[in-house]
């Protein structure tokens, strides 16, 4: 209820102008946090739960409103076209790194301010129960010896999943082409097709597969991360699946607009490290599987440039742009 | 015959009853405001679950949307505006009930199909959750195909306009769905270079559109003084109303709340979609199919049971295997998460009290839905009284907000007021709005398990029979189609021999 009239608000708050401008005694007003995807899902959870705790740091309300379609463009576009007064946020998700290499829209990280990576989800590997396949190696040699044969789904084509299993694939020496994506519009219908026998493969994160793999529908055969996940000790990491290290998924940070001024974004580093460390968020990440990864300001920078070349490169051995 | 008892312990608490009360109000209210759906609802409420133990949590977001989905019909029987997307099927029905002076008879109607159908939704939930939930599961790309492709046919069918109307309408319907970023290449479609358009034309604010804006159009160009009050009865006692309808249709009543179950258990097809196949299959059975479309109770007795049965019918696959039926229990979903409970068959091992209480919540949300359903019928009078001139503008204001807060986006009140003036339009020239409704619904789901599919079978048409269900599904489909031919041609030659 409370938020429908705060929506209204802002709708009549929206009509009015007002020059923005970036104080020292910001935040006077309370701060939007833009989500790009839908409410309930993973993303959604930890943007509301990163609002309440920046709520406490910077002692204003903090609203969640959640962006969503075209993939994530349409929020994401919303963090960037936004007054870079330090009144409104977003937490980017991995496929920031993708649009301009798709060529699906023109914005990437040079377009915003980061603040703070709080989250790293890795990709793995997820095959049917029924599966021939006992272990990752005897999969990948499959998937090089038959291209084409088997199919994999999980997601939208060129999302943060999607490019990591690609990215595993090519560094094995096998053509990403060869395991050709059912695209799906999100974890679970992938994980149906997986588990209805229609595909072969799923790349999913661990935690969004837990159910299946609870039910014995779906078995994991490898996690794309350095070290194995708190929560599934179980799940072998691809370096103990094939020897070669491979890490790779979907990450999520906040960042602003570009051009916030330098006082607000210090502020914000440091009420994030103060989130990022605290019990409470902590056991909020584990207790929901979510994986954490930190990297602030001009290091989160670093990162979100990397991701972009490795997409780069991955997205144009996919053949996905001309 | 414990878990029950604990289970029941942790609903009959003074903390848990309140939250469901208020929750019943809370849904009631947000129902029946045009345009606000119960997905809306239940998204409004996942803030304050944070703050909740999981139990209260979830029964809040039962009631909540179990009430919604029945509210969503007053305003359509009222005003001819869909509070919900599921009220869409039967609205033109009770509208014109209500123009014969028959409020009570519809929305009684309406009221009590929704608590019978919402029980029957939460005994087909209880009973065969598991079993459900694993026919559900293996359907693939290419059954969600045909599904989807008989759920569009329904639309033609169930339209009482000159068929190639209905079929205008439709192709205009998924025409709107290709707009904005195709799901396989990521290729921007119609979009202009607009960051706004990349995301598709939003159903909610589109329905707002098409059925309400296009009202207020005709409400505006016809008489303002006394129209929204004209044909509207004194009020009248409301279960003699409801006797007589609920004995001559049971079967439907009893068809419509099995029919919403199965559907609200198949992912991705929600109350809406569990309303307009009902509807269809009722009027395919009826004793007097002619009367569907001039303000006949049956059609409503179809969808409204149909529709309530289908939010408890969603929850099967959801907490068996963590898949969402539909838009609310994909929240659901979320929310348990973040209790740190991950919806799976280890839930009904594990936490076993509190998937017994899910279902005694649904049974609790239908019984108290009757009370406050009635009340809200009661209440719902004063609405009409409202001279026009002061209604409409409120409900314009209302439809604003509504368009906006589903994305927070101006531009999705721009949609809105188009495809408001375009429905306008359409209806002055006779041509049906709700197949271009489904078609907006179902056209994405379509394109996308197509192109899935045409993607896994490598362009081989035929393996759209490949799979024993699928190809059950494509037959019924093409006999759907073909029917009307067959029946034709064999008529024809009845009459030569």
């Known amino acids: 209820m409370h938020s429908f009239w705060k929506a209204g608000l802002a709708a009549l708050a929206g009509v009015a102008l007002f020059a923005p401008a970036a104080e020292a005694d910001w935040p006077e007003r309370p701060v939007t946090l833009i989500v790009p995807w839908a409410a309930g899902g993973g993303t959604d959870a930890i943007a509301r739960k990163v609002a309440n705790l920046l709520e406490e740091e910077l002692a204003t309300t903090v609203n969640v409103v959640n962006r969503t379609g075209g993939a994530g463009i349409v929020g994401h576009t919303a963090m960037v076209t936004a007054e870079p007064d330090g009144y409104t946020l977003g937490l980017a998700t991995a496929e920031i790194a993708t649009y301009e290499g798709m060529r699906t829209a023109e914005i990437s990280y040079r377009d915003l301010t980061p603040i703070a990576l709080i989250n790293l989800d890795a990709a793995a590997f997820h095959v049917a129960a029924d599966s021939p396949w006992e272990d990752l190696q005897s999969a990948l040699d499959a998937i090089r010896d038959q291209p084409g044969e088997f199919f994999v789904s999980g997601g939208p084509v060129g999302a943060g999943y999607h490019l990591a299993l690609a990215g595993l694939l090519q560094s094995q020496g096998i053509d990403p082409m060869a395991l050709p994506i059912v695209p799906s519009d999100g974890a679970a219908p992938g994980l149906a097709e997986l588990a209805a026998g229609n595909v072969h493969v799923v790349y999913s994160s661990v935690p969004e597969a837990r159910a299946m793999r609870d039910a014995g529908r779906v078995e994991t055969l490898a996690v794309l991360s350095e070290e194995r996940l708190e929560a599934f000790p179980d799940v072998p990491t691809v370096e103990d699946a094939i020897g070669e290290p491979f890490a790779g998924g979907s990450w999520r940070g906040i960042v602003a607009p570009a051009g916030l001024p330098d006082d607000v974004r210090e502020r914000l580093i440091e009420a994030m490290t103060e989130i990022y460390n605290s019990d409470d968020y902590r056991e909020f990440m584990g207790t929901a599987g979510f994986g954490l990864l930190w990297a602030a300001g001009d290091d989160f920078g670093d990162f979100m440039a990397e991701q972009h070349e490795r997409n780069q490169g991955v997205i144009q051995a996919l053949g996905l742009v001309d | ?497």
């Open chain 2, 1 to 497: 015959m414990d878990i029950l008892l604990s289970a029941a312990g942790l609903i009959f608490e003074p903390n848990t009853l309140l939250i469901i009360v208020a929750a019943a109000f809370f849904g009631v209210f947000i129902g029946s405001v045009p345009g606000l759906t119960a997905t809306m609802a239940t998204a409004l409420l996942v803030p304050l679950t944070f703050v909740m133990e999981p139990v209260p949590a979830i029964a809040a977001i039962v009631v909540t949307a179990t009430t919604a989905i029945f509210a969503g019909d007053i305003p359509g029987c009222l005003l001819r505006i869909p509070g919900t997307p599921a009220s869409a099927a039967y609205v033109d029905e009770a509208y014109r009930m209500r123009h014969k002076g028959e409020v009570e008879a519809a929305l009684g109607a309406s009221l009590s199909c929704s608590v019978i159908g919402g029980i029957i939704g939460a005994a087909v939930l209880a009973l065969t959750a598991p079993w459900l939930a694993a026919f559900a599961l293996n359907f693939s790309s290419f059954e969600y195909f045909w599904l989807s492709v008989l759920g569009l046919s329904c639309a033609v069918v169930v339209s009482r306009a000159p068929l190639p109307k209905a079929f205008l309408s439709l192709l205009l319907g998924l025409f709107l769905t290709t707009i904005g970023i195709d799901l396989v290449r990521g290729f921007p479609r119609f979009t202009f270079g607009q960051p706004d358009l990349t995301g598709g034309i939003n159903i909610i604010p589109a329905l707002i559109g098409m059925f309400a804006i296009s009202e207020i159009m005709r409400k505006a160009a016809g008489d303002v003084q006394g129209s929204a009050l004209m044909g509207i009865a004194a009020p009248r006692p409301l279960l003699p109303a409801i006797w007589p309808t609920l004995r001559r249709y049971r079967v439907n009543v009893v068809r419509g709340g099995m029919i919403g179950g199965l559907i609200g258990a198949l992912p991705g097809a929600g109350a809406d979609i569990a309303a307009w196949i009902s509807f269809a299959v009722g009027r395919r059975f009826s004793r007097e199919p002619e009367k569907y479309g001039s303000g006949h109770v049956e059609g409503i007795v179809d969808g409204a049971s149909a529709n309530n049965s289908s939010v408890a019918g969603a929850y099967i696959p959801a907490m068996v295997f963590g898949i969402p039926g539909d838009t609310i229990t994909a929240i659901v979903i979320g929310v348990l998460m973040i209790k740190g409970l991950t919806p799976g068959p280890m839930i009904f091992l594990q936490q076993t009290e509190l998937v017994y209480a899910i279902f005694i919540v649904f049974f609790l949300a239908n019984i108290l839905l009757f009370g406050v359903g009635a009340l809200a019928i009661r209440l719902s009078r004063f609405v009409v009284t409202v001279p026009p001139g002061n209604l409409y503008p409120v409900i314009l204001l209302f439809c604003i907000v509504g368009a906006y807060a589903v994305n927070n986006s101006v531009f999705d009140v721009y949609v809105m007021l188009a495809l408001g003036v375009i429905g306008f339009l359409m209806e002055e020239n006779d041509f049906p709005i709700a197949p271009c409704i489904l078609g907006l619904v179902l056209g994405g789901i379509v394109e996308q398990n197509l192109v899935a599919s045409m993607i896994r079978a490598q362009g081989d048409l035929l393996y759209f029979f490949h799979r024993p269900i699928a190809a059950v599904l494509g037959v019924l489909a093409i006999l759907v189609w073909t029917a009307p031919l067959l029946l034709w041609a064999w008529r024809c030659r009845r009459v030569q021999a």
